[in-house]
């Protein structure tokens, strides 16, 4: 018996049989909503405690900050919610706002804060650091670089071993994007439409999603191909996913075999037979999609992929900024769950826990083609603080072993979750691997229509008031998007299902109204 209709028994305190409920309304479409809309539901889910006090704020004004934000900050508008939130502290998996309200995390500013927000033994080494060297360049030695890279280089396997060092994943990724070239002497470079990989004038000819696309010229020699997306595309279902949950559209694919592959691996071919040139620099996957929605391939689809890559004398480049440092829980790289061995690997976001600071490995080969062609410098790369704090996070995850808190925590709440799914007809999918999940949001499950904006907007902002911050994503903005700090507990992730059932109801009630 779903949780939804024991609040309605208990609000109508009656003892009711649960197979006369589940008779009554199998499940919470629109229609079935309308005949209990009237009796309230809006039991809050208690917040699981924080044994953590914020400090007062003592700074600017709600409004002087709005109106600074209007008069000297970019225009375009990135910030969440009808009135935004002006965070004062974070501590682990928790946020407070100027207001003294506490919000679990479940989005780590944008999959960046990786083992907590101020973890103290990250915030021990930065502070160290800071009363020691604070900069000096790539010009002279320091020890915090050297120590991160030879700790770095052993969490990758051969011949992944030569490390760049610099400040964001789309500086990484222009980076790799130059090496692809200079290696391989060529210059086509493929990325999945909806793909994100940055959103520098180089990177945005990878990235393939409209609200990053320009009438400017940007990002020449870039192709996009289709996503292999067993959801939303053409083809795919319940066997072709890497996750404990699976898409709920049914396919002819067994375990071992999935033909949903086959069918997407002969739309590579045919970008590879047409839209580039016989010889080409590289492909770029990211090993689950991240601006897109947190979208996951078929089974085998990037190992067939990386193949016909290489035989057309491209490199393969794994974009691991959301996906890597354990978020997956199976492993540590993304790029490992396909069983694939990629030539260059970027990563940034969880690598410092919030702190700026990103890198590029690839192999001593690839490296060499590039210091051949470009004498490679960057003034803050490498940074002493940065790698004190790199060293610090790649520590805690070792010690607090919150890869496997990922994969266990992870998967209950995809269980959890898919429950919702099975319950709400408006919840379409619900995807993913360990702490990274995607629930993708339907006007209905028969036509998968993406909900429109406006009425995610509004489960957004009822998720919020309750106390959860979780992310968006997808082409139309229809996904949400959970990836809290690897620290979360089971309580706090059945907090979070709770209150994304309560949003969910209450947008079922405006419906029916």
């Known amino acids: 018996m779903s949780l939804v209709w024991r609040q309605v028994r208990r609000a109508l305190c009656l003892e009711t049989s649960s197979s006369r409920i589940l008779k009554m309304c199998p499940s919470l479409s629109r229609a079935s909503w309308a005949s209990v809309n009237k009796f309230d ?43 935004p939130l002006l965070l004062h502290q974070g501590h682990m998996e928790w946020l407070f706002d100027s207001e003294g309200n506490r919000y679990l995390d479940f989005f780590s500013g944008i999959v960046t804060v990786s083992v907590g927000h101020c973890h103290p033994k990250v915030n021990a080494a930065a502070q160290k650091q800071l009363g020691c060297l604070w900069h000096t360049s790539s010009v002279f030695f320091h020890p915090p670089m050297h120590k991160y890279a030879e700790e770095l280089s052993a969490l990758l396997p051969e011949p992944l071993k030569v490390i760049f060092l610099v400040n964001s994943g789309s500086e990484a990724n222009d980076l790799a994007m130059l090496m692809a070239r200079a290696h391989s002497q060529h210059t086509d470079i493929i990325s999945f439409r909806g793909a994100y990989h940055g959103c520098s004038p180089y990177t945005l000819g990878l990235t393939n999603i409209r609200t990053f696309k320009t009438k400017l010229l940007t990002g020449m020699g870039c192709q996009s191909t289709m996503c292999p997306d067993v959801f939303r595309g053409p083809w795919g279902g319940s066997h072709c996913r890497d996750s404990p949950v699976q898409t709920i559209r049914k396919c002819s694919c067994s375990p071992d075999c999935c033909q949903a592959k086959d069918q997407y691996i002969e739309q590579f071919k045919d970008t590879l037979n047409t839209s580039v040139s016989s010889s080409i620099a590289g492909f770029f996957a990211e090993p689950i999609q991240g601006v897109n929605g947190f979208v996951q391939y078929p089974k085998g689809f990037l190992k067939e992929a990386f193949e016909l890559v290489r035989e057309r004398g491209g490199v393969c480049i794994a974009d691991e900024v959301q996906t ?9 790289w993304g790029f490992q769950t396909h069983d694939v061995l990629p030539d260059i690997v970027t990563m940034a976001k969880g690598i410092g826990n919030g702190f700026p600071m990103a890198a590029v490995v690839t192999t001593q080969e690839i490296a060499k083609s590039l210091a051949k062609c470009l ?41 959890k979750l898919a429950k919702l799914r099975d319950e709400f007809d408006i919840v379409g999918d619900v995807r993913g691997k360990g702490l990274l999940i995607g629930v993708e949001m339907v006007q209905d499950k028969m036509s998968c229509q993406p909900l429109s904006c406006e009425e995610v ?57």
């Open 41 to 83: 539901l809006h039991t809050k889910p208690r917040m699981p405690p924080c044994d953590f006090s914020p400090e007062r704020y003592q700074s600017l004004a709600y409004e002087h900050a709005l109106e600074i934000h209007r008069q000297h900050l970019s225009p375009v508008a990135t910030a969440y919610f009808q009135k």
């Open 324 to 332: 890597g440092f354990g978020r997956l829980g199976s492993h540590f």
């Open 375 to 415: 004498l490679h410098f960057n003034t803050f790369g490498g940074n002493p603080i940065a790698c004190a704090i790199g060293s610090a996070v790649l520590e805690v995850i070792k010690e607090e072993k919150t890869q496997e808190n990922s994969q266990e925590v992870g998967t209950y709440m995809l269980q």
């Open 457 to 513: 907007n509004q489960i957004h902002e009822d998720c919020k008031d309750m106390g959860l911050l979780v992310g968006r994503g997808g082409i139309f903005s229809q996904t949400f998007r959970i990836a809290p700090p690897m620290c979360i507990t089971k309580p706090e992730a059945d907090f979070a299902v709770e209150v994304f059932r309560s949003a969910l109801i209450q947008h079922m009630e405006r419906k029916a109204k």
